[in-house]
């Protein structure tokens, strides 16, 4: 199977997922997660026709994003540490990695230095797996504390200058079933709808789904998917 031949069941699958819920399936926007693989491989699957690339480590994407010299979109996906924040924005459009305030204001200060906004999501650790990362939320619907948490934590970042806050991410636990990941992306979805209706900002985007729950997590309402082995193969 070529890059092309694995971007087209990709892209299949995402239509066949859209279909069931009645969805429009250009509402969801396909991230090739290109981490590990080489520049050429990008313009292999830019070739094919995808515009939108993510990378987990600002390292590689310094050596590897310059080497991509056709118009794409480049998201940052993974966990950024604070005293990298300031080389995030000039290489990314988009961060879907923001799980803390200080990250957030690290980035907010790059970004107004430099003049211009950056897109950014919040990465929610819905499920409370300790080995995932993003802003702890785990019972927010039940947990009084958890939930002024989380709240005073989006309100402080949403009011930062220079950011301008599209919407949730989050990854799903591993499981056996991709149904089973379906609560996950559920909740970060209610999440996302009951936040927007407090605080005000429209959070039009979701980040959910990988190579093994993507279906179901566009299903759910994701708009943007992030999808590495099903396109260039294990890593
Ligand atoms: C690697 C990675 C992906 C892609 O994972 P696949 O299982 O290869 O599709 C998506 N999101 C994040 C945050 C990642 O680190």
Redesign the pocket.
């Known amino acids: 199977m070529s890059i092309a031949d694995n971007i087209q069941r990709v892209q299949e699958t995402i239509t066949t997922a859209c279909a069931r819920v009645g969805r429009d399936p250009a509402a969801v926007t396909l991230i090739a ?1 290109s ?1 590990t693989h080489p520049a050429a491989l990008v313009l292999e699957a830019a070739a094919a026709g995808v515009q939108h690339f ?1 990378e ?1 480590r600002v390292e590689e994407a310094e050596s590897k994003i310059p080497q991509v010299n056709v118009v794409t979109t480049w998201h940052m ?2 966990h950024i540490q604070s005293r990298k924040a300031k080389y995030v924005p000039p290489l990314f459009n988009v961060v ?2 923001v799980d803390r305030l200080k990250l957030a204001d690290k980035l907010a200060r790059a970004v107004t230095e430099r003049g211009g906004t950056l897109d950014v999501l919040l990465e929610i650790n819905i499920s409370g797996e300790e080995s995932k990362g993003g802003l702890p939320a785990f019972g927010w619907q039940t947990d009084p504390a958890v939930r002024a948490a989380v709240w005073e934590e989006v309100r402080q970042i949403c009011a930062l200058p220079g950011l301008n806050v599209r919407g949730l991410m989050t ?1 799903a636990p591993i499981v056996p079933d991709m149904q089973a990941a379906r609560p996950v992306f559920a909740g970060l979805r209610e999440l996302r709808d009951r936040l927007a209706e407090s605080l005000g900002p429209p959070l039009p985007d979701l980040s959910m789904g ?3 729950d993507y279906p179901v997590a566009v299903e759910e309402g994701a708009t943007l998917v ?5 396109i260039f193969g294990e ?1």
Not at 226 to 230: D, K, M, Q, V
């Open positions: 997660v981490k993510g987990n996906i993974g879907h990695s990854m990988m190579t093994d992030r999808i590495g082995r099903a890593r």
